[in-house]
T-cell receptor
Framework: GAGVSQSPSNKVTEKGKDVELRCDPISGHTALYWYRQSLGQGLEFLIYFQGNSAPDKSGLPSDRFSAERTGGSVSTLTIQRTQQEDSAVYLC???????????????FGPGTRLLVL | AQKVTQAQTEISVVEKEDVTLDCVYE???????LFWYKQPPSGELVFLIR??????QNEISGRYSWNFQKSTSSFNFTITASQVVDSAVYFCALSEGNNDMRFGAGTRLTVKP
């Protein structure tokens, strides 16, 4: 079946501009995660959505970052007034349920490579 | 706080050699989950294995095997008879069952023909 998809695959923007990154999770997956991977680094958790619950925003690095998830499916990560240090690969993952009782396996999309000039 | 350490930044082997990727973790919880992901040059992370803290049985899947030892807080990954297609960055990750899965910095494996 179809995996997690993300768009665009690459985005080049100028410092100060806003960008929107999109994630389409696997159909039926209720949990959705955003991560950031800087060059040569591991993954940094940003935000988590589970069903209709309030998202866990504890990983967002600043108030310039926000995310929405509409209809429990597609998610958009928005970065306002981009800075050069925002340059990274932004990865989206989804899992069947998420939650605390049993950590579900997360399946990742191909990522969006963001370059802020 | 949970933490994952992959001390090996880069490993280079010749095809058919065996290679072990180390992963050491820190957690205060008794219930947690460990993962290995592979990130090939295409960039997409590929799930390899999930193991919960109550299951210390080692696992073998084809040329891949995992050695989970709670006594040393390690979850090492061995590739037997490595192949060029195994070249990738491999990430170990830990979750305490919350939303925040912590990844190690990754080990870049290069398998030369």
């Amino acid at each position: 079946g179809a995996g997690v998809s993300q768009s665009p695959s690459n985005k080049v923007t100028e410092k100060g501009k806003d960008v929107e990154l999109r994630c389409d999770p696997i159909s039926g997956h209720t949990a959705l995660y955003w991560y950031r991977q800087s060059l040569g680094q591991g993954l940094e958790f940003l935000i988590y959505f589970q069903g209709n619950s309030a998202p866990d925003k504890s990983g967002l690095p600043s108030d310039r970052f926000s995310a929405e998830r509409t209809g429990g499916s597609v998610s958009t990560l928005t970065i306002q007034r981009t800075q050069q240090e925002d340059s990274a690969v932004y990865l989206c993952a989804s899992s069947l349920a998420g939650g605390t009782l049993d950590q579900e396996t997360q399946y990742f999309g191909p990522g969006t490579r963001l370059l802020v000039l | 706080a949970q933490k994952v350490t992959q001390a090996q930044t880069e490993i280079s082997v010749v095809e058919k050699e065996d290679v072990t990727l180390d992963c050491v973790y820190e957690t205060r919880d008794t219930t947690y989950y460990l993962f290995w992901y592979k990130q090939p040059p295409s960039g997409e992370l590929v799930f390899l294995i999930r193991r919960n803290s109550f299951d210390e049985q080692n696992e073998i899947s084809g040329r891949y095997s995992w050695n989970f030892q709670k006594s040393t807080s390690s979850f090492n990954f061995t590739i037997t008879a490595s192949q060029v297609v195994d070249s990738a960055v491999y990430f170990c990750a830990l979750s305490e069952g919350n939303n925040d899965m912590r990844f190690g910095a990754g080990t870049r494996l290069t398998v030369k023909p």
